[in-house]
C-alpha cells in the first residue's frame, strides 16, 4: 500500500471509543488524508517504535505525520479534526489552550474508556471498501 503524503492514526484496536472515533473520521475525511493502524498490530507497533514510544505505556491516539512530527493525545485530536469535513476543523481553536489543561480532559476519558464504553476481544475487522484504509491488513 502506498502511504506517502498520507498521514498515520495509530489507535487502541480493542477499544470502543477508539474504533467509533476511527469511524468517524473516515466517514469525515473528504480528502482522504489519513490511513490508520491499530496499536496493536505488526506496523503500529513498528511506527511507534521507531519513534522511541512505549505503546505498553500509551492510552492514546497518535496522529504521524511522516518525515514531520507526531502528536498524541488531545494535540493530535485536535490535529485531526482540522482535516475533517464540515465545522470540526473549528475545534482546533482549543490548541490555544495549554497542553497540561487539554490532556488532563483528555487522560480522564483514556483512562475510563474501557469502562464507559467497553472493549473488543480483538481488533476491529473493516468492510473490504474500508481495508485499503488501513495499513496493517
Known sequence: MN????KIILFDGVCNLCNGAINFIIK?????????ASLQSEVGQKLAKE???DTSKLDTILLI?????????????????RQL???YPLLSVFLIFPK??????????????????GKKES???????LKALFIDQ
Request: with cysteine; net charge positive.
Open 3 to 6: 502511504i506517502e503524503g498520507k
Open 28 to 36: 469525515r475525511d473528504k480528502n482522504d488524508v489519513f490511513r490508520y
Open 51 to 53: 519513534r522511541d514510544i
Open 65 to 81: 505525520e511522516p518525515g514531520m512530527a507526531y502528536y498524541h493525545k488531545s494535540t493530535a485530536a485536535l490535529h485531526i479534526a
Open 85 to 87: 469535513s464540515g465545522g
Open 100 to 117: 497540561f489543561l487539554r490532556d488532563c480532559v483528555y487522560d480522564i476519558v483514556s483512562r475510563n474508556r474501557y469502562n464507559w464504553f
Open 123 to 129: 481488533c476491529m475487522i473493516p468492510t473490504p471498501k
